[in-house]
């Protein structure tokens, strides 16, 4: 498969007005998405993955390296990247049908296309009969698949989730990720996923990318060469689960040696 996204030797450096000095969020950075894949990032909190993220978004510039998508250079935020926050951002004020056809009206999408989109985008993520109600009508779950209905609705080529599914109840938890399985299948969208949680990512992804803890780095690169749907207690599932945990704890005692909280 041809590569979407690809970051080579991407750093971002902050100034931190607190510790008065430059801190280093993520460092050479080297990693190549291919058009289709699903790929999750995982590593220690404060590791530089939703820093990451976002500059595939375009909402972040790198300090150093080259960072493309499909072979240009991010420069700011496109239609061709749809992101999907853990907090859901709706409009409180208006229906799920007017949240979710809001990005098309800023494109200047008419009116009929903005519906027959949204309608479409609606009952893609299962909330057909929904459409004309409130965000605070709806679950916590309803609410992350109005947001997700958002994004699918301007059609991008790429989705870019930050902890998506991180504040639900494990039950809806299992429910999203199944339907955003049942999406990426059916329109192969390219996707780059933050998560904390070890079983989501194996759940999901083609790959795992594992990352330091700060400055983050790419520590491993797990491919997950599992046959969908996935049994989450197979011996198989659970050996790819393992070694990343592993990799994760390793990172998470180094940084508290570096912090001298352990001897």
Known sequence: MDVLVEAQGISKVFRSARMGQDVTAIERIDLAV???????????????KSTFLFMIAGFEAP????????GEPVTRPGPDRGVVFQEYALFPWLTVLDNVAYGLREQGADRREREQIARRSIAQVGLDGFADRHPQELSGGMRQ??????????????????????????????????????????????????THSIEEAVFLSDRVVVMTARP??????????????????????????????????????????????VP
């Not at 894949?37 to 530089?48: A, I, N, Q, T, Y």
């Not at 300090?63 to 499909?70: E, N």
């Not at 393992?242 to 180094?254: F, G, N």
């Open 34 to 48: 291919a058009d289709g894949e699903f790929v999750s990032v995982l590593g220690p909190s404060g590791c530089g």
């Open 145 to 194: 698949r109005v947001a997700l209905a958002r994004v699918l609705a301007i059609r991008p080529q790429i989705l870019l989730m930050d902890e998506p599914f991180g504040a639900l109840d494990e039950q809806t938890r299992f429910l999203l990720q199944e339907s955003l399985l049942r999406i990426w299948e059916g329109e192969k969208k390219t996707v780059v996923f933050v």
């Open 63 to 70: 300090t150093s390296g080259r960072l493309t998508v499909g």
């Open 216 to 261: 983050g780095r790419v520590k491993d690169v797990v491919a997950v060469d599992l046959r969908r749907p996935r049994d989450r207690t197979s011996e198989e599932f659970n050996r790819i689960r393992r070694r990343l945990a592993q990799a994760i704890q390793d990172e998470v005692l180094a940084a508290q040696r570096d912090w001298g909280s």
